[in-house]
């Protein structure tokens, strides 16, 4: 049952025994008008993940629920099993490798939507850490400023996003009313187990039916360097990702009907995408998959695309071209350390 005076935060981790603890600190440190809970969702990490987070519990009962220990369900059941158990009237998120950085981020969000019924989505500003390199930069590109957004307007660039989110759901504040209600409506659209990620169906339905607002002020910090769910150790992984988000990006445009010269380009950039992953992994199923993707979202091959598939149509100048790109690259690793 929903609580109308709780905000829930969930986090779902795996193998992050190293960063969780930086994570539910970030969060406890929270100067928030309303009380939280943290639901955890660790997914059978065998790092020692779970013994942090049970700790947490220990010390912090009334605070940090931590789900049932259960076989490992991916990034996206995970999620939405931890949304399902949340009982506040707002739900925010925090990964298990993030951390924020601002003690009223929640306090200000709650304000914005405790002020206005019509948000159902409240993000802010974030800063980049590099945990390879422990270089830190302040993310600079930010599409919709204003302070408010009217949702409808900004769906075109939630699902064609290739360089940052729109809104990245780690910072974010939104309507547990909202997206429950349209989970109920569409499980599909957030259960299905081809679609690769939990945060852009989140993103897009919530402005689909309200509006976003923005603070400019930078509450958080998002940890790259690392291998990830969206930045996987080889091209079958890598491909494998490409596919179920673009996959959940059409499925999300022939939701809203959307088509225009922007979406058709960025289907285009996906295939290509796929294709080269396919090229660099020498997997002709691949290339089989990435051609069908091609029909499915209706792309008509450019030069890229074309050469691409002209490349890999002939298993001999598929072997010639990897071995010149392998020379290339092991070229290029040399001069780096000079």
């Known amino acids: 049952m929903e609580d109308n005076s709780l905000v829930s935060v969930i986090v779902v981790t795996y193998n992050q025994h190293d960063s969780i603890a930086r994570t539910l600190d970030s969060i406890l440190m929270q100067k928030c008008r309303l009380p939280i809970e943290i639901v955890v969702g660790d997914d059978a990490s065998t790092d020692g993940t779970r013994a942090v987070c049970e700790d947490y519990v220990r010390r912090y ?11 490992n369900k991916g990034v996206v059941d995970n999620y939405f099993d931890c949304l399902l158990a ?9 990964a298990g490798d993030d951390y924020w950085i601002d003690p009223m981020k929640l306090d200000k969000e709650v304000g914005i939507m405790e002020t206005d019924p019509l ?3 409240v993000h802010t500003n974030w800063r980049i850490y590099n945990e390879s390199t422990h270089v830190t930069k302040d ?18 660039a939630i699902v064609t996003q290739t360089v940052t989110p729109v809104v990245h759901l780690c910072t974010a504040l939104y309507r547990a009313e909202t997206i429950k209600r349209c989970y109920d ?20 339905m919530l402005a689909l039916n309200g509006k976003v607002a923005y603070l400019p002020d930078v509450t958080m910090t998002y940890s790259t360097g690392k291998p990830s769910v969206s930045n996987q150790p080889n091209h079958v992984k890598q491909f494998r990702f ?3 988000t673009a996959m959940l990006s059409w499925k999300l445009v022939s939701l809203a009907s959307i088509d225009t010269d922007h979406t058709r380009w960025f289907f285009s950039l996906r295939v290509y995408e796929l294709l080269m992953h396919a090229f660099r992994s020498g997997d002709a199923k691949l290339k089989a998959i990435a051609l069908e993707c091609m029909s499915i979202w209706n792309v008509k091959p450019d030069k ?6 002209a490349v890999m149509s002939n298993a001999v100048l598929w072997n010639v ?18």
């Open 61 to 71: 009962p009334h605070i940090v629920r931590l789900m049932p220990a259960a076989p």
């Open 86 to 94: 949340c009982r506040g009237k707002y739900i925010a998120d925090c």
């Open 119 to 121: 948000v159902t989505i």
């Open 139 to 156: 993310n600079d590109v930010v599409q919709f400023p204003a302070r408010k957004t009217d949702g409808k307007l900004m769906l075109e």
């Open 185 to 204: 409506a569409n499980i599909d659209l957030f259960r299905n187990k081809d679609i690769g990620c939990e945060d852009l169906q989140i993103v897009f």
């Open 242 to 244: 490409v596919r179920q």
């Open 304 to 309: 890229r695309i074309k050469t691409a598939m």
């Open 321 to 338: 071209m990897l071995g010149v790109r392998g020379a290339f690259v092991a070229i290029k690793r040399l001069l780096s350390l000079f």
